[in-house]
């Protein structure tokens, strides 16, 4: 189980975590010209509750052309005016969830992850406040939710399911939690950030 309070010194310490190779040859498959892949960020919100750090999630918008429905990180594409990936994702947690984040509560980042969409997508670790109160996008967001990181990141909570794309079906990782089901891109990165910091204590 995660200690608490070691979770965040192995984050900063631990060599990043990597992603699934049969992700990457997947990717290299089915797009391979990966000078086209468009910069992207996404936020992953660590918030302390009583019972340790909880994550939080979106349901993305049923109305939206990638990924419609799906659960997600709050993030988006890199503007020019951004300047560097790391306020693409600051700029994008408070435009869909209405939760700023200070370059201070940045804590690090995941290596970038290609995606079938075609972006390059680089996750960044944040702490955000418990007292936070969302303000949703409807645009963007249905909903958000917290999963507690005990839970997020154990990795007997993964599991792989089949996924079909331009007529070809892959093996993909998924997360079931109550009503939701965390799979693709959103799997990748928790196996990822789980690879780096989970410790099991049985």
């Known amino acids: 189980m995660i200690v608490q309070h ?6 900063l310490l631990a060599q990043p975590g ?9 990717i290299k498959q089915l797009l391979p010209n990966s000078s086209r892949f468009k910069p992207a960020a996404v936020m992953i919100p660590l918030v302390a509750r009583p019972d340790g750090y909880h994550v939080i999630l979106t349901r993305r918008a049923n109305h939206l052309k990638h990924h419609p429905g799906q659960v997600a990180f709050p993030g988006g594409r890199f503007e020019s005016e951004d300047g560097e990936l790391i306020n693409t994702a600051i700029r994008e ?3 869909e969830i209405g939760i700023l984040c200070d370059k ?5 980042k995941l290596p970038a992850l290609p995606t079938l969409s075609g972006y390059m997508v680089t996750p960044f670790l944040a702490t955000v406040a418990a007292s936070y109160r969302p303000v949703l996008d409807p645009n963007e967001v249905d909903s958000i939710f917290e999963v507690p990181v005990t839970f997020l990141l154990n990795p007997r909570n993964m599991r792989t399911q089949r996924f079909t794309f331009k007529g070809k079906e892959h093996t993909i990782y998924a997360i079931p939690y109550q009503e939701y089901s965390i799979w693709g891109a959103t799997a ?4 990822a950030l789980s690879h780096q910091i989970w410790v099991d204590n049985r």
Request: positive net charge; without cysteine.
């Open 93 to 95: 947690t408070q435009e």
């Open 6 to 11: 070691h979770m965040l010194s192995r984050f």
């Open 188 to 191: 990748q990165i928790v196996k």
């Open 18 to 26: 990597q992603y699934d190779r049969s992700h990457q040859r997947r």
């Open 104 to 108: 201070k509560d940045i804590l690090g």
